[in-house]
Nanobody
């Protein structure tokens, strides 16, 4: 049982990336899903969560730049990230709020 993330990579400041995470259907349908991130030397922090009926919550630093969404037909949660900054550089992790974590995917924002 695992979560599979995709969509990370290198982007210039001001650019956009869309992260995706596919979960097993039994996990996805009954759980809130979230994205977290961890930069080198820093603690893991919450980016955004979405519950099974689509209610969302964002970390304070997001400030309208990121949007979390879920595609229930595909058991997938997305994180659309716009206006990216160098300080958004981190390993991004998908999680089911029951405690299942993905392996993480690197996002690097640099010119």
């Amino acid at each position: 049982v695992q979560l599979v993330e995709s969509g990370g990579g290198l982007v210039q400041p001001g650019g956009s990336l869309r992260l995706s995470c596919v979960a097993p259907s039994n996990i996805f349908s009954s759980n809130g899903m979230g994205w977290y991130r961890q930069a080198p030397g820093k603690a893991r922090e919450l980016v955004a969560t979405i519950n099974p009926i689509g209610i969302t919550y964002y970390g304070d630093f997001v400030k309208g730049r990121f949007t979390i969404s879920r595609d229930n037909a595909k058991n997938t949660v997305h994180l659309q990230m716009n206006s990216l900054k160098p300080e958004d550089t981190a390993m991004y992790y998908c999680a089911a709020l029951s405690g299942l974590w993905g392996q993480g995917i690197q996002v690097t924002v640099s010119s």
